[in-house]
């Protein structure tokens, strides 16, 4: 797993390194200006927040790529791999990347309370410890599940030519999206986030709000449901990889 974790990594290398040097120096450059320029702290905590999540973006599209890619690689089909592997490498390097990105904006929330003690992040009204990890959770499995139709809607996409590959895959992800919404709202007349949302003042950015300022129980059943779509989308990707595109 590490040769293909490497492997993966040195197809994206100079990409995801040019622009990890780029938002380095974007954010320090807003954080620099939001303390020497007195902007308002909410709408550059926004500005903040938004640039990395076009980096979160980034990676998916950097992670769907090489996963696409290994898919079609013969000098990776000639390798005596085990079908999980072809799935889980590109995973793994993507929640390596995204872990580093989380670490990233925690960093930068310090040093922007640090250079703008002023503004304090009073303003940023975060939500308590344990609501907080529960969020990380969903977010964490947000992402996987993400990655998962991704990825099999990638899969299925490669059973047909090149022409049709692109049109396949990205009707089955808008498929699986319609059915994921919609069977959730009918099962459990929820979603994994409920009630969850942001709020922008001029003077504070609220995340995480919501009538009772903490997540759902109710989310968990959601989980649960998208834990067996997930387990069903693996167990078809390994069937389509293992007797379909290996063939």
């Known amino acids: 797993m590490i040769n293909l974790l490497k492997y993966d990594w040195k197809r994206n290398a100079n990409l995801i390194m040019g622009s990890a040097a780029a938002l380095i120096i974007l954010q320090g450059a807003l954080s620099f200006f939001t303390a020497t320029r007195n902007w308002q702290p909410a709408m550059s905590l926004t500005l903040m927040f938004m640039g990395y999540l076009f980096v979160a973006l980034m ?39 995204s872990t580093a990105l989380s670490g990233l904006v925690l960093l930068h929330i310090w040093l922007f309370k640090w250079l703008s003690p002023s503004a304090s992040l009073d303003l940023l009204n975060l939500p308590n410890f344990e609501t907080g990890v529960l969020f990380f959770i969903l977010i964490f499995w947000t992402l996987l599940f993400l990655m998962l139709m991704v990825y099999f809607s990638i899969t299925v996409g490669h059973l047909f030519n090149k022409k049709l590959f692109p049109w396949v895959a990205i009707a089955v992800f808008v498929l699986l999206q319609f059915f994921m919404g ?34 759902s129980i109710g ?27 290996d063939a």
């Open 182 to 215: 919609y069977a959730e709202k009918w099962l459990f007349n929820d979603d994994l986030f409920g009630t969850m949302a942001s709020e922008l003042t001029s003077s504070s950015l609220t995340i995480l709000k919501s009538p009772t300022g903490e997540i």
């Open 219 to 245: 989310n968990w059943g959601v989980m649960s449901f998208e834990i067996v779509i997930g387990a069903i989308l693996v167990s078809i990707m390994l069937y389509l990889l293992s007797k379909k595109l």
């Open 59 to 97: 990676l998916i599209i950097f992670s769907s790529k090489t996963y696409s890619h290994n898919l079609k690689s013969y000098g990776r089909r000639l390798l005596p791999l085990a079908t999980w592997k072809t799935i889980a490498s590109p995973l793994l390097l993507q929640f390596i990347l």
